[in-house]
């Protein structure tokens, strides 16, 4: 995970390294070189990335530079970044007022017609863990259009939030939740927990009950969206549904996987303790490196210091042993960094570069230039057309 271990790949063709270092010198930038973005809205950032970074880079050609780029990302950077996993944010209006009562209205009725006939409605064991009354929209409905909904507005404003691809995201569970205090025994909270999912939300349908929202205890925080409106946050942080003390509450629950097993793999390897230092230290998804600090051997200064060493050695008590000695421990003491430009580099050169200053001091930072392209909005507001299809 560390920058050393990604890039040593590089180094396996051990016969390209002093063609490489070579290229990489011609590359220099001077002190006073002024890099001007390449894309409109763009800025220029200079990033010190602390070692064990996580961080993944992959060249990528633009027709518009002709140059090839480095694009930063991350093996998932909801779960590098660490400050990610207690944000919660609330979208407004994902839902009308009649769209909220349409789907309570359904829900309820779908329940009393399987009681009719004898079956179970409201379930309370589909999630034996954290149980919930609750029933899958699925059933409600028939189909997956309540899911396709919420998947075309509200994903993306997540996705978004978090700095994700909305493409590789999908809605993996959704289902209406009934918190009662009017029911015997009903159920009216649901203790701390943290969901299986990487990514969770919650739509109000109603509001005219007292008490409830979704509290969370590590940051003392309770959110109450107004009816309509979502509340998204990490699957991971450690939340509960609060009290309701008079009436009825219903809301949606979505669950958010990855359409990929690489959230799975990603996992196993995690560790919060060391990964997601180059997310807390600046480094975004989508960022494109234009520059790297490389660090090598300062020929001038290993020259000076061999002239400097023989004339210490020139008497005869001194013998070849401690002129090699003496050579090597203060040659590796003299790097000179340097900031090179990454336009035209083979994968080659770039492990060399990225692996360079670490090589010589495993605690050195990765300095980098980056362009920082504006994120661009995919979200759509929602369509009351397509709302007045949610129901049969």
Same mark, same amino acid.
């Given at each position: 995970?560390?920058?050393?271990?990604?890039?040593?790949?590089?180094?396996?063709?051990?016969?390209?390294?002093?063609?490489?270092?070579?290229?990489? !010198?011609?590359?220099?930038?001077?002190?006073?070189?002024?890099?001007?973005?390449?894309?409109?809205?763009?800025?220029?950032?200079?990033?010190?990335? /602390?070692?064990?970074?996580?961080?993944?880079?992959?060249?990528?050609?633009?027709? !518009?530079?002709?140059?090839?780029?480095?694009?930063?990302?991350?093996?998932?950077?909801?779960?590098?970044?660490?400050?990610?996993?207690?944000?919660?944010?609330?979208?407004?209006?994902?839902? +009308?007022?009649?769209?909220?009562?349409?789907?309570?209205?359904?829900?309820?009725?779908?329940?009393?017609?399987?009681?009719?006939?004898?079956?179970?409605?409201?379930?309370?064991?589909?999630?034996?863990?954290?149980?919930?009354?609750?029933?899958?929209? +699925?059933?409600?409905?028939?189909?997956?259009?309540?899911?396709?909904?919420?998947?075309?507005?509200?994903?993306?404003?997540?996705?978004?939030?978090?700095?994700?691809?909305?493409?590789? @995201?999908?809605?993996?569970?959704?289902?209406?939740?009934?918190?009662?205090?009017?029911?015997?025994?009903?159920?009216?909270?649901?203790?701390?927990?943290?969901?299986?999912? /990487?990514?969770?939300?919650?739509?109000?349908?109603?509001?005219?009950?007292?008490?409830?929202?979704?509290?969370? /205890?590590?940051?003392?925080?309770?959110?109450?969206?107004?009816?309509?409106?979502?509340?998204?946050?990490?699957?991971? *942080? @450690?939340?509960?549904?609060?009290?309701?003390? $008079?009436?009825?509450?219903?809301?949606?629950?979505?669950?958010?996987?990855?359409?990929?097993?690489?959230?799975?793999?990603?996992?196993?390897?995690?560790?919060?303790?060391?990964?997601?230092?180059?997310? $807390?230290?600046?480094?975004?998804?989508?960022?494109?490196?234009?520059?790297?600090?490389?660090?090598?051997?300062?020929?001038?200064?290993? !020259?000076?210091?061999?002239?400097?060493?023989?004339?210490?050695?020139?008497?005869?008590?001194?013998?070849?042993?401690?002129? !090699?000695?003496? *050579?090597?421990?203060?040659?590796?003491?003299?790097?000179?960094?340097?900031?090179?430009?990454?336009?035209?580099?083979?994968?080659?050169?770039? +492990?060399?570069?990225?692996?360079?200053?670490?090589?010589?001091?495993?605690?050195?930072?990765?300095?980098?230039?980056?362009?920082?392209?504006?994120?661009?909005?995919?979200?759509?507001?929602?369509?009351?057309?397509?709302?007045?299809? @949610?129901? /049969?």
């Amino acid at each position: 995970k560390s920058l050393k271990y990604v890039f040593m790949c590089g180094f396996l063709y051990g016969g390209d390294k002093s063609r490489a270092q070579i290229s990489l !010198e011609n590359n220099v930038l001077q002190e006073n070189t002024r890099l001007e973005p390449y894309f409109l809205g763009s800025s220029i950032e200079h990033l010190s990335i /602390p070692p064990i970074s996580g961080l993944v880079v992959t060249p990528w050609s633009s027709n !518009e530079t002709s140059d090839q780029l480095w694009i930063g990302r991350f093996q998932h950077s909801i779960l590098a970044i660490r400050s990610h996993w207690i944000s919660a944010y609330i979208v407004d209006g994902i839902l +009308s007022h009649k769209a909220c009562e349409a789907i309570i209205s359904d829900s309820e009725k779908y329940a009393t017609d399987r009681e009719i006939l004898g079956k179970l409605g409201w379930q309370t064991d589909r999630h034996p863990e954290h149980s919930t009354t609750d029933l899958p929209a +699925s059933t409600v409905y028939g189909d997956r259009r309540l899911h396709k909904y919420f998947e075309k507005y509200l994903l993306p404003v997540l996705s978004q939030r978090y700095n994700l691809d909305n493409d590789d @995201l999908y809605i993996a569970d959704l289902f209406i939740v009934k918190y009662s205090s009017e029911i015997v025994g009903g159920q009216t909270q649901l203790k701390s927990h943290r969901d299986r999912s /990487p990514f969770s939300f919650v739509v109000a349908l109603n509001d005219d009950f007292d008490g409830g929202g979704t509290f969370f /205890p590590q940051l003392n925080q309770l959110w109450q969206p107004q009816k309509g409106s979502s509340l998204i946050f990490h699957g991971q *942080s @450690l939340h509960g549904g609060a009290e309701i003390t $008079r009436g009825t509450r219903y809301i949606v629950t979505g669950f958010v996987e990855y359409k990929n097993d690489s959230h799975v793999a990603f996992m196993k390897n995690y560790l919060p303790e060391t990964d997601g230092t180059a997310a $807390r230290y600046g480094f975004r998804q989508g960022d494109i490196i234009r520059a790297i600090q490389i660090c090598l051997p300062s020929r001038k200064k290993q !020259e000076e210091e061999e002239d400097s060493n023989a004339e210490m050695c020139s008497s005869d008590s001194c013998n070849n042993r401690q002129l !090699e000695s003496l *050579s090597s421990s203060t040659a590796s003491q003299s790097i000179d960094k340097q900031m090179v430009s990454v336009s035209g580099m083979s994968s080659i050169e770039w +492990s060399i570069a990225a692996s360079s200053c670490e090589l010589h001091d495993p605690t050195a930072n990765t300095v980098l230039i980056v362009e920082r392209r504006k994120m661009v909005s995919r979200m759509q507001r929602p369509n009351p057309d397509e709302e007045e299809n @949610l129901t /049969p």
